[in-house]
């Protein structure tokens, strides 16, 4: 009987090129906490905030101008950057223990004891603070909903001990950008002006909450397995069996959504190819083409698939906001 095979797992190396080659010695752990090395992220925070001055400026009265949207958006996308690394930083400082156990995460500098707790709690306060001071530039009103997400940025990391769903409370999470977005435009998502468009905003809300849920399940589907080793829950966990015909159904959710949104903001036939139909087929092929027992299958359509729709869902909004600018 031949011994039985050893897997060796790989040691720590520094960043041998890109940017965090660049830095002094001391800095990587904390650029690695903020994944400076993988900015990909950034646009998924960034699409709710993108979003949601979209559909303020569709149904803003009178239009916002062109240079006020692409202002505002500017310092928004600052602001999910940093909101991502705020994210990131707490949520390795509470996977700590829990990232050691996965192969792909048991690297990161909380989980290889690079960064002290104590240390890792201040540079999450900093990074924190330095978010909130660039969304007051934009508008202090800003402020009032950045404290509510504040609060799922900190819940979400230990929905994942309890619950299969987190990907459910994570999407609540990003979507909340959306409401901001709304603001720093001047369009109060609580007193919206009419019912519709209120119900549109609500629509979209949950379009986009489900959308996360969609990719984040795909995501998670890369440590599937040492997650059920691990007892770390989620959608890819609980649905491990039986996961495209869910993704499908959610799919098919979201573009539903998309369609009552542009009905009830009275959107033209624009929003409806771009937002509805070419997401819809961006999501079939994604879900259809993944392999999700594969992690750099996953990986490439977490990354590209959510390019894909949330692209078709710009195309849509920004069609619809040319021509009712040019309707001006």
Known sequence: MSPPEILVLPTYRAPQRGLLSLLPTKWVPYAELMRLGKPFGTMGIYFPYLFGTLFAACIARPTIAPNALLNTNLVLLLAAFMLRSVGCTWNDIVDRDLDRQVARCRLRPM???????????????AQCLVWLAILAQVSARCLFYAV????????????????????VVLGFTLTWGLLIGCVALGVE????ASEETAAALVCLYASFVIWTVIYDTVYAYQDVKDDVKAGVKSMAVRYRHNAKPMLSFLAAVQVGLLVSTGVLMGAGV?????????????????????????PDSCWWWFSNGALLVGGAIFAGFVGEYSNRLAAV
């Open 189 to 192: 998502p609580m007193d919206m």
């Open 148 to 167: 509510p997400l504040v609060v799922l940025v900190g819940v979400y990391p230990f929905s994942k001990r309890v619950t299969h769903y987190a990907q």
């Open 270 to 294: 624009v929003y409806f190819l771009g937002a509805c139909i070419c997401s819809a087929l961006s999501l079939a092929l994604m879900i259809w083409k993944v392999n999700l027992g594969e």
């Open 111 to 125: 989980a290889r004891g690079a960064v002290s707790p104590r240390n890792a709690h201040i540079f999450t306060a």
